[in-house]
Every structure is written in C-alpha cells, then in structure tokens.
C-alpha cells in the first residue's frame, strides 16, 4: 500500500459522535429552557458517575438538578435519552487529536509526546466518566458499537501517522501502519483505564505520576515504531 492510498484512505474524517444521536430531542427554543436542560444534563453525569447507569434513577437526577419530575419529562423520556444528552456534552471535552502529522521541521518524539499528553489529560479530567463508559458497554450493544467506531476513528488517524513516519524513514517500514496503530493505541487507552479509573498504583504502593505515564506510554510508542535515537 503506497503512502498515497494510506492518505485516501485514512484521511482526517469527522469522530462518530459518542451519543445515540436518534435519541436526541431538538433543542428547547428559549434560553430558560436550555438552563433547565443543561441543569438536568449536569446533574445526570454527577449521578452516573456516582451511583453507575445500571442504579442511576430518574428522581434522583431530579433532586441533584432541584428540578421537578414534570421537568424532567419536558426535556427527555427515560435514562437512555438523558445519557445520550451528556455523552452529547462531554464528547468535545474527551476529543483528542491522535498523533498529528509530523512537519518536516519537527521533532517526531515531541509531537509524539504532545499527542499522548493532550490524550492522557482529557482521560484523566473524565475518569468518572470513562469508567461509566466501560460500564455502559458491557450492557448496551448499540453503545458499544458507537464507542466502537469513535475509537476506530482515532485508530485511523494515528494509522495515518505512522504511514508518514514510514514514509520518511523515520518509524519501521515492516510493520503494517494498521496493525500497529492498533497495537499501541489500546496500549495507551487500557494503561489510562488502569492509571486514572482503577486507580493501580506503582511498584511502591503509590499513586503511579502523571509524567511517568506520559513518558512510557511515549517511549514505548516510540520503541515500537523503531524511531532513530534521539540526538
């Protein structure tokens, strides 16, 4: 496959959204409205993250907004479509670039570190809610699913970079630039689940450093890809 085709085929394309968009009422028409709505969506994210989707209950989403039930019902029909409302939010917040394409002034290894780094601080601003997000997988297969192509999403992009990288002699011209992107990434996502929602510590019993993760998820990366040492 020719650096070219790998462009085409992975080019930067929009990230499914994370929400079951179908679920998704229109906007309310006035500003009181979207207070109230924005109000209640808050108040479920603090909920799900509290007590998981599976207990999460409508009433006490209410209490947690100060809103009525009457309220509630104005804006969404159930949990699903509450839920669909705040992955809708939260899904910009948890955005990340994938690896961004290398210039030919720049130094690889740093915007390597930079992509793991933008990566690593939005997991670990959601924590709460990526573990939610494990949760709500493991029960819903449309949510899966969805989960499933936004991951493809940066997968590709990151495919991308590494098919540049080889391009300039810069990463391992035998790895299959896929393949590889797939390898590493979920790498980095499940080191992020461990580090930042099951809390695993380090080898001496504490709180593993955010800096130590940026730098192995980054070296490793590196090492992976076979990148030139460093002068």
């Excluded at 839920?83 to 210039?103: S, T």
């Excluded at 809610?129 to 590709?156: C, K, N, S, T, Y």
């Amino acid at each position: 496959m020719t650096t070219r085709t790998v462009h085409e085929e992975w080019d930067d394309q929009p990230a499914p959204s994370m929400a079951a968009t179908d679920l998704l009422r229109e906007p309310p028409a006035t500003p009181r409205g979207a207070r109230t709505r924005a109000a209640l969506v808050a108040a479920a994210r603090t909920v799900f993250e509290r007590s998981g989707y599976l207990d999460a209950r409508l009433t006490d989403i209410t209490k947690e907004a100060n809103c009525s039930t009457g309220s509630f019902y104005t804006y969404f029909d159930n949990k699903e479509q509450v839920f669909a409302a705040v992955l809708e939010v939260a899904q910009e917040d948890m955005m990340h670039p994938g690896m961004k394409r290398v210039q030919d002034t720049d130094d690889p290894y740093a915007v390597l570190e930079a992509s793991n780094r933008a990566y690593l601080e939005a997991y670990r601003r959601n924590a709460k809610l990526m573990g939610l997000l494990e949760q709500v997988a493991h029960i819903d297969p449309a949510f899966a699913d969805l989960r499933r192509q936004r991951a493809d999403a940066f997968i590709a992009r990151n495919a991308r970079g590494i098919a540049e990288l080889q391009a300039r002699g810069i990463a391992d011209k035998e790895l299959d630039p896929m393949l590889a992107s797939r390898a590493l990434s979920g790498m980095v996502s499940r080191l992020a689940y461990n580090v930042f929602v099951a809390i695993v510590n380090g080898t001496d019993g504490t709180p593993v450093d955010f800096d130590d993760v940026v730098f192995t998820t980054t070296r490793i990366w590196a090492n992976g890809l076979r990148f030139p040492e460093r002068s």
